[in-house]
Each structure stands twice: as C-alpha cells, then as structure tokens.
T-cell receptor, first 119, second 114 residues
Framework: AQSVAQPEDQVNVAEGNPLTVKCTYS??????LFWYVQYPNRGLQFLLK??????LVKGSYGFEAEFNKSQTSFHLKKPSALVSDSALYFC?????????????????FGKGTKLSVIP | KAGVTQTPRYLIKTRGQQVTLSCSPI?????VSWYQQTPGQGLQFLFE???????NKGNFPGRFSGRQFSNSRSEMNVSTLELGDSALYLC?????????????FGEGSWLTVV
C-alpha cells in the first residue's frame, strides 16, 4: 500500500524568504506525485504534479517541487514566500489500488502542513 | 470551463438522519471520486466512480454509498448519521482513470451532525 508523510505539522517563514514544505512517499511501482493547497473553508487547489521526466517540476503561483527517487521525497519549494501563501499544503501520491481491479487508482494524502508566512 | 461543483455547501443534520450530497464534475470528466476530510483523520478516500460503475472503495462502513449518473454527475449518501460523520466532503473529477491525470477538487460540502 502507498503512504505519504509530511513530517512537519507547521512551517513558519518570513515574507520574502525561501520556503520548503517536506514530503516523503512510499509506493510500489512508479510514483505519481501531487501537491495541493487548501485555503480556509475552501476545497483543494492543484499546484503541481510529477509524472516522469525532469526532477524539478514547476507549478502554479511560483511553486516548484523537486522529485528525489533515491530519498523518496517530493519537497515543495518557493524562492520567495508571500503572506498570501499562508495555507494548508497537502502532498499526495496516486498509485494503483490493491483493493480494486485494473485501472483503479486513488490519491493517498499526507496529513498536511500548515504554512504561515510572517510579514 | 466550470470547475467541480458541489451542493449543498453547508448543511446541518441530526444524528440518525440521512444525507445526500451532489457533485457535478468538470465537463468531459468521466471519473468522479469522493473524499472525507476531518481534523483527526485528515483526507480519506471514500469511493471512485467511472462510467456509472464504482471502481474503487475506501475503508468506510456500508452507511456510506454513492452513485454516478449517465451525465457523470455523482451523489453520495450517508445513512443513519453519527456525530463522527461531521466532516468536509470533497468531490473530485478527472478525465479518465489514468494515473497521470490531474484530479481536480470542488469546494466541498460541510456536514455537521448534531
């Protein structure tokens, strides 16, 4: 079964500083990795995904993520944090479900990391 | 293109009642999945539908059920509500069931059971 770990419940960073939100995963087979952001009382917004190819993936709002196969990590990064980046961030892996038939996939999420950008 | 639309956004139900939540996927998307989000358990997969067939189901009791219609719209139903069912229920859609496709989420339905 697949799993995702986000080791930090909360990350605090000063506005203008670089930010990193950590994610590690466990999956058999090829990992398909995603980052989502959730603002208060809202749904999940897609930020970026890694499918294959370049290990550095660029996404929405200036975010990027680095895939590291040997460390099974997919950390989210941004060179310069904004106060408006303050939100809850979820890492997810999509892999074939062992509970269902061929072609059945589901997202498995980490617990989420609350990012606070301090003015 | 309109996003994933969920109704109602907020609702309050009494323990023992049942509730039906509705989801309209992004136009052209045929796969719809449902997730439950709670502070304690985080985001948990409920089930996935594709072409009106349930393809995958998470580890939830039989009180949780769903269906998908021919136009890809989906509903989920929770019967005999318990206080622990209070949660944000998120619907998501994607073009098909390929693992490389992005899954897009709606704004969710906030259910409070009292």
């Amino acid at each position: 079964a697949q799993s995702v770990a986000q080791p930090e419940d909360q990350v605090n960073v000063a506005e203008g500083n670089p930010l990193t939100v950590k994610c590690t995963y466990s999956v058999s087979g090829n990992p398909y990795l995603f980052w989502y952001v959730q603002y208060p009382n809202r749904g999940l917004q897609f930020l970026l995904k890694y499918i294959t190819g370049d290990n550095l993936v660029k996404g929405s709002y200036g975010f990027e993520a680095e895939f590291n196969k040997s460390q099974t990590s997919f950390h989210l990064k941004k060179p310069s944090a904004l106060v408006s980046d303050s939100a809850l961030y979820f890492c997810a892996v999509r892999a074939r479900s062992i509970y269902s038939g061929a072609g059945s996939y589901q997202l498995t999420f980490g617990k989420g990391t609350k990012l606070s950008v301090i003015p | 293109k309109a996003g994933v639309t969920q109704t109602p956004r907020y609702l309050i139900k009494t323990r023992g009642q049942q509730v039906t939540l509705s989801c309209s996927p992004i136009s052209g998307h045929r796969s719809v999945s449902w997730y439950q989000q709670t502070p304690g358990q985080g985001l948990q997969f409920l089930f996935e539908y594709f072409s009106e067939t349930q393809r995958n189901k998470g580890n939830f009791p039989g009180r949780f059920s769903g269906r998908q219609f021919s136009n890809s719209r989906s509903e989920m139903n929770v019967s005999t509500l318990e206080l622990g069912d209070s949660a944000l229920y998120l619907c998501a859609s994607t073009e098909d069931r390929g693992e490389r496709n992005t899954i897009y989420f709606g704004e969710g339905s906030w259910l409070t059971v009292v």
